[in-house]
């Protein structure tokens, strides 16, 4: 069981950047890959950016590369998104996910990030 805690969310506006925060409840070492989602009202859910635990491979939605960063603290137990530039079209709730090895999945509570002005 992976506990996966956010922090981070907020109301910015267009243009303005937010930092959101993943932290495990397991060493990132046991965990395979690590992701943000984000799912819109009306919209289903999608990949945001999702990094490697082992070798920090990265890859990144279309609609973020260039304005999003994601990254992680092994020694922290802790993953990051680094939002920058923000449009209106990133308002969702963003999530955190990991997957362990052996495929199992766990997603965080959820973060609310509005862009508005």
């Known amino acids: 069981q992976v506990q996966l805690d956010e922090s981070g969310g907020g109301l910015v506006q267009p243009g303005g950047s937010l930092g959101l925060s993943c932290a495990a409840s397991e060493r990132i070492s046991s965990i395979y890959v690590m992701g943000w989602h984000r799912q819109a009202p009306g919209q289903e859910r999608e990949l945001v950016a999702e990094v490697w635990t082992t070798n920090s491979n990265t890859n990144y939605a279309d609609s973020v590369k260039g304005r999003f960063t994601i990254s992680r603290d092994k020694a922290k137990n802790t993953m990051y998104l680094q939002m920058n530039n923000l449009k209106p079209e990133d308002t969702a709730v963003y999530y955190c996910?990991?997957?362990?090895?052996?495929?199992?999945?766990?997603w965080g509570q959820g973060t609310q990030v509005t862009v508005s002005s």
């Open positions: 996910r990991a997957t362990i090895y052996g495929g199992i999945t766990y």
